[in-house]
């Protein structure tokens, strides 16, 4: 079972790594998430979970662990691709499940998932907090990036 997420902010977009076998990509990519975003106009807020306990987690177990966090629509998983990819492209997932949908459409409007350059969390956790957008925004803005990557709106 893995551990329960607390402390969080609501305004802090949630970080879990379940990959642990690459502490320089790892680094790189809190480097990349403690940058200003927005044209350098805000500071980050993230909470970072870095714990051997969430090691291989999928992004399923991931979300059942953090469904109870009411104020949660989104969470990033730096896994074995953020690792090993050159962006180090987080994937974000919706924190729904297709059981609390009425419908497909409403699944695929508001669930699902997608990768996230670590710069480009902070415009989507911000975006979906503030339900200033549909995650289905941010699987578009992605699909307008040569490599399937979300960036920013």
Do not use: K
């Given at each position: 079972?893995?551990?329960?997420v ?7 977009a949630l ?13 790189a990519v809190c480097?990349?998430?403690s ?11 993230v909470?970072i979970i870095?714990?051997?306990?969430w090691?291989?987690?999928t ?6 662990a953090v469904?109870?966090?009411?104020d949660?629509?989104v ?17 974000a997932?919706?924190v ?7 419908s497909?459409e409403?699944?695929e ?21 503030i339900?200033?957008?549909?995650f ?17 709106f």
């Open positions: 079972m893995l551990p329960s607390t402390d969080r902010e609501e305004f802090s970080v879990i790594r379940t990959d642990f076998g690459d502490s320089a990509a790892w680094l480097q990349e998430l940058r200003p975003w927005g044209n350098g106009d805000y500071e980050p807020a909470h870095d714990d051997p306990a090691a291989g987690a992004a399923d177990e991931v979300i059942a469904s109870a966090d009411e949660l629509s969470v990033f998983i730096a896994d074995w691709t953020t690792m090993r990819d050159n962006d180090h492209a987080l994937l997932v919706a729904l499940t297709r059981e609390e949908c009425q497909d409403e699944f409007i508001y669930g699902g998932s997608v990768r996230a350059a670590p710069i480009g969390i902070h415009d989507i956790h911000a975006n979906l907090s339900a200033n957008l549909d289905a925004d941010v699987v578009d803005a992605a699909q307008s990036d040569p490599a399937g990557v979300f960036r920013s």
